[in-house]
């Protein structure tokens, strides 16, 4: 966890690499592929986790499968101790996968082959039983710019809910 903040360095400096006569949104798509990258790079590289692409969700886990870790856009109330955050993205039925998972609910079978995607060279894949037992956690971060002055609140939350897909507990602040 120590070099979570290194994932939304790289975000920050890949986001400045866009110019105006970039396409809308470039920044904001850069900045989330350099947290993605970064984020299994460190692992993989420091933790001897995997790449985990899972439910369309890009993540990585853990050598026994049992913990991963992504990345989303938060809220104002990300960061904040006495606030809930909410996704700033309209998530879909991925993350109410995981989330269900998080929680424990739900049937045992897990209907992963609706969102089945090759491992890749260096991925995995998980089995039923193995995406119904994963705790997923994701770097929740908010970006703020005044001036040339930026901020970045974050933290290393769970989401809650599956029914909002929006409400996020177990936050671990940065």
């Not at 089995?127 to 040339?148: C, H, M, N, P, V």
Request: glycine share 8%; proline share 4%.
């Amino acid at each position: 966890m120590e070099f979570l903040h290194d994932v939304l360095r790289a975000g920050e400096a890949a986001r400045r690499t866009a110019v105006p006569n970039d396409p809308t949104g470039t920044a904001g798509r850069r900045a989330y592929e350099a947290h993605v990258r970064t984020i299994r790079e460190l692992h993989i590289e420091r933790e001897r986790w995997a790449r985990l692409v899972h439910g369309r969700l890009e993540l990585v886990c853990n050598a026994d499968r049992s913990v991963a870790m992504g990345v989303m856009v938060g809220d104002a109330a990300t960061g904040q101790a006495s606030l809930f955050p909410k996704n700033a993205r309209r998530r879909g039925p991925a993350t109410d996968m995981v989330t269900r998972a998080n929680a424990a609910e739900g049937a045992p079978h897990v209907q992963t082959a609706l969102f089945v995607a090759g491992a890749g060279p260096d991925g995995v894949a998980l089995s039923d039983e193995e995406a119904f037992a994963l705790k997923t956690w994701f770097l929740l971060s908010y970006r703020t710019q005044i001036g040339e002055t930026v901020r970045i609140d974050c933290e290393l939350s769970q989401p809650k809910r599956a029914s909002d897909l929006c409400s996020w507990c177990s936050g671990m602040f940065l």
